[in-house]
């Protein structure tokens, strides 16, 4: 296939492949389907969490697992309010005993946070809700799938006419192990941040904790910026984003408390 066939499907398949998104309405390059999305990233999740359990690296500590989870399942109740097809996911959450500031959420609802954020920032519950919120949102948003599809658009003109005919193609549990290390966009990441927060707020956790959040994560990207800040807005300018949001939220956080 010649560079201008390669381009010609590249502006055939991101026309076919633009869809508005149901909780946000933004419109999103989506190459793959929800049903693909949520296969293959099972398959990435469980390999993952396979490889962590070789090293001891799934946290033992039945006291931290009890509070992520209880954190969680809150949240997720709230996903489902947000985006009802979430309802039927089958979410899942682990605790990863390893040094790095991070933590992520797949489509489908495979979740991960790792015992370095959780440790080394001191987090509160409201403030762990405002990390999992984040990264729930992702998954609600359709993020992962979005950048799933960029890693098809990596793989060539050819993967994305046979996505686009409809093919079962072997290549996506490699694209979703991909697209778990390919960062979200500023974009993704600032949508991420708005609804995270109403999501934390819906489920009775509070607002102030985002901008107490991301204060710390600031002080912690001092000698460059840990994973889970690579590509996202700077700490300054998300903390004013959020410092906006906070006068909005509190009634929805007041209102989940009675």
Known sequence: MNRKLVATALLAVGLIGCQANPVS????????SEEQAQASSAQAYAQTLSEAQKKGNISTDAALNSRVKRI??????QAGNMYPPSREWKWSVAVIDEPALNAWCMPGGKMA?????IEKLKLTDDEIAQIMGHEISHAILGHGRERMSRAMAMQGGMTLGSIVAGRDLSI??????????????????????RY???????????????????EKMGAASGNGPPVFLSTHPSPDNRIQALNALVPQMMPVYEKARR
């Open 25 to 32: 309405g933004r419109k999103q390059l989506v190459l793959v």
């Open 113 to 117: 946070i790792y015992t370095g954020i």
């Open 72 to 77: 969680t399942d809150r949240l997720i109740v």
């Open 196 to 214: 995270g927060i109403e999501l934390a707020a819906r489920a009775g956790y509070d607002p102030h904790a985002a901008v107490r959040l991301w």
């Open 172 to 193: 996506l549990a490699p694209v979703a192990d991909i697209a778990l290390t390919l960062p979200n966009s500023r974009e993704g990441e600032s949508e991420a941040d």
